[in-house]
């Protein structure tokens, strides 16, 4: 077991393990090959009919994977072929795609090219990974997020984008698709992540010139404040680009952000609220940064030495464990596991209700922590 837990979590793990399996089959029987986002009166509706390139469409797919994988049953493989089927319109229609093609893509094609070797999932995957890489500003060193007027802004959600660069450098032996991916994630070591171990969500750049302008609020509480998700991304994504790079000064940044998050799990029993430096009320909290951030901090734990892997292994328990016990829904007969996800402070209607990657990170973690789980990333 490469996370050296103890027998009685072990034992959790597999009791989480049963009424997971139980309930995502029955889900998947019933739902087949949508795009869920939240689910309204405990049904999903297809995100994929409203809005085909929302950057939350791969996860239920990647859920699936994650499943068959787990249990070679064939009920999810062939819902999760028929979402990437589905999302060759957003490919070849390059309508609304940005950089979470990462997301999208890695969850769909390239995971099913790496459990089934499909060649037509390969290239979408390669596909993916070239509208990735054309997203590059060589001036200011990072991928842009998003279009047009907002060409100029980066944020720290692209380092989970990255592992469709990496991939795609070692499936076509070309290192340029490696180069971009390490230069993004310098200009986030740079001009995104603070030295105290909190980080931005967002800079902005003057994209003609790559000069530095600001680095404005996004989906946390304010500039200057502290989006636990966009923490989570950066633990989980550093761990990655030291994963794929041996670069010790990416494993640092994870080791320095995973510090500051552990700190504030263990001042609110171990639940993130959407912003770590949020006023005290209302209390607004986040699931899905948690069990993200677990993801993350167990991605850490494995390239760090022995006598370090405890903080983040238990850390990531306890997140795991709050979760479970204050926030799952294990009825099979009720879309979504996990309740109080919120996708941003300011937005009610998305606000501490069940989001799909909130059940994608925690069937990740129990299923890493029984290692069972394959590197979707
Ligand atoms: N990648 C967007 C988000 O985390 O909400």
Known sequence: ???????????????????????LEAECRRLGSIMP?????????????????????????????????????????????????????ALTSFTKLDHDVGFLWLHTAVA??????SKGSRARGLHAAGILAGRYNPKGRYIKAWNGERA???????????????????EQHDSAYRQIAVNHTDT?????????????????????TGEYLDNPGGQGYESGSSWSRGQAWAIYGMSLAYRYTGNEVYLDAAKRVAHYVCANLAIHDDIPLIDFRAPAQPVYYDTTAGVCAACGLL???EHVRYLEKDLYVKSAVRCLK??????????????????????????????????????YFLTEGILRLLDRDFLIW
């Open 1 to 23: 077991m490469r996370y050296g837990i103890e027998k009685e979590t072990l034992n959790w793990a597999e009791s989480v393990w049963e009424k997971l399996e139980i309930k």
């Open 37 to 89: 986002y939240v689910p309204v009166d405990g049904r999903y509706e297809d995100m994929g009919k409203r809005e085909l390139a929302a950057w939350t469409n791969g996860f239920y797919s990647g859920m699936l994977w994650q499943m068959y994988h787990a249990t070679g049953k064939g009920c999810y493989k062939d819902a999760a072929t028929g979402i990437e089927e589905r999302l060759d319109e």
């Open 112 to 117: 099913d090219y790496r459990l089934t070797g």
């Open 152 to 170: 100029g802004v980066a944020i720290v959600d692209c380092l989970m984008n990255l592992p469709l660069l990496y991939w795609a450098a070692e």
């Open 188 to 208: 986030v070591l740079n001009y995104i992540l603070r030295p105290d171990g909190s980080c931005n969500h967002m800079v902005e750049f003057d994209p003609a």
């Open 299 to 301: 991605e850490l734990s």
């Open 322 to 359: 709050a979760v479970t016990d204050r926030f799952c829904q294990w009825n099979p007969d009720i879309d979504s596991v996990v309740s109080c996800g919120s996708a941003r402070y300011d937005r009610e209607s998305d606000r501490q209700v069940p989001i799909i990657y909130g059940d």
